[in-house]
């Protein structure tokens, strides 16, 4: 799902939607956005949720007394999120099919409406070229997106997060009123400048550039994970 050049990794929310949430403010806000590919010790610290958003000191929320602030703000979320995820694949391996709907399927459990949506690529070279294919990805990609919808980009120069923070980013939304948030892993020569421009957050699973089937597999199984810590599942160790 790697991508092109990206100034500006997290634009600001759609009108009407804005971040409550610390978490969702410092990502759209761009603070854990603005390091190069050169940076990423950078990154990565400023990525981190500190305790000190919960009262404490400057202890990341791996930290057990922030694990227990989030878990007891998240034991009862305020709304359904409706998650899709979204990707641009012409290959459909059975033992990857066979992963993401088992995570998918764990997902459900906690009454999350999820859905998965796979959309054919482009023609790219050597019969376009690579940025004509990312243009015509990403409009059939922004179609399948409502304007009053979260869009989650993953790219791997995007911001870094801890399960803990993603779940704390799903808590943020939901307590937002958001109904639906749509996480976009895109083809073969990455995501369109329209794509990126769109996105409320751009996120990273990786340092390392990784196959499409592979990234989904990995998103939907911390999907999963997030959801167990919200609900205080013995999942996540």
């Not at 854990?32 to 990154?43: F, K, M, N, Y």
Request: with cysteine; glycine share 10%; charged share 25%.
């Amino acid at each position: 799902y790697q991508g092109g050049p990206c100034p500006a990794f997290m634009p600001p929310s759609p009108p009407g939607l804005p971040h409550r949430g610390a978490l969702g403010q410092r990502l759209a806000a761009g603070a854990c956005a603005r390091e190069t590919a050169a940076e990423p010790a950078a990154l990565s610290r400023r990525c981190t949720i500190h305790a000190g958003a919960w009262g404490g000191g400057t202890d990341s929320l791996s930290q057990p007394a922030a694990f227990r602030a989030l878990k007891s703000g998240c034991a009862g979320l305020r709304a359904a999120l409706r998650i899709r995820v979204v990707s641009i694949s012409k290959t459909r391996e059975r033992w990857a099919e066979e992963a993401c709907d088992d995570y998918a399927g764990r997902v459900r459990k906690f009454g999350v409406e999820l859905q998965q949506t796979t959309l054919r690529p482009a023609p790219g070279p050597p019969v376009s070229t690579a940025e004509r294919q990312k243009e015509e990805e990403g409009r059939e990609l922004l179609s399948q997106v409502d304007p009053s919808e979260r869009l989650v980009v993953l790219d791997e120069r995007g911001a870094l997060l801890t399960s803990h923070e993603l779940a704390e980013l799903l808590r943020e939304y939901a307590d937002d009123g958001i109904r639906s948030v749509t996480f976009a892993i895109g083809g073969a020569s990455g995501h369109s400048p329209a794509v990126r421009a769109r996105a409320s957050v751009v996120l990273s699973l990786s340092k390392m550039v990784m196959n499409h089937q592979i990234a989904r597999v990995v998103l939907l199984e911390q999907l999963y994970r997030a959801y167990t810590i919200l609900r205080g599942v013995p999942y996540h160790k």
